[in-house]
Nanobody, 118 residues
């Protein structure tokens, strides 16, 4: 009932920026509250950011001020939502697989990889 498709990942130089996208579609009560997570190689998955249907945002403490989450949803298309994650001042610890999740319903996408090189 829910589909999450991430894109925008790739290689980036240390200190650079990258914008990720999460295209959410399906059950409208799930897709308007989206979280981003990341998993670095050999490490546990960690929370990055969340945006609620109201527009309220939450960030991991270490990322606040460098990352910005936003969404675009259209009243005429309640079963679609696009979430952007603008990442700035990326450092090597930003390398990993970034995945979006429906915060209430627990659906996961396949992820998009980010590699930060010095």
């Amino acid at each position: 009932q829910v589909q999450l498709v991430e894109s925008g990942g790739g290689p980036v130089q240390s200190g650079g920026s990258l914008r990720l996208f999460c295209e959410a579609s399906g059950y409208r009560y799930c897709i308007h509250d989206i979280s981003w997570y990341r998993q670095a190689p050999g490490k546990n998955i960690e929370f990055v950011s969340r945006i609620e249907s109201s527009g309220t945002t939450t960030y991991a403490a270490s990322l606040k001020g460098r990352f910005t989450i936003s969404h675009i949803s259209r009243e005429a298309e309640p079963e679609k939502n696009t979430v952007h994650l603008q990442m700035g001042s990326l450092q090597s610890e930003g390398t990993g697989l970034y995945t979006c999740q429906t915060a209430y319903c627990g659906d996961w996408g396949q992820g998009t990889p980010v590699t930060v090189s010095s």
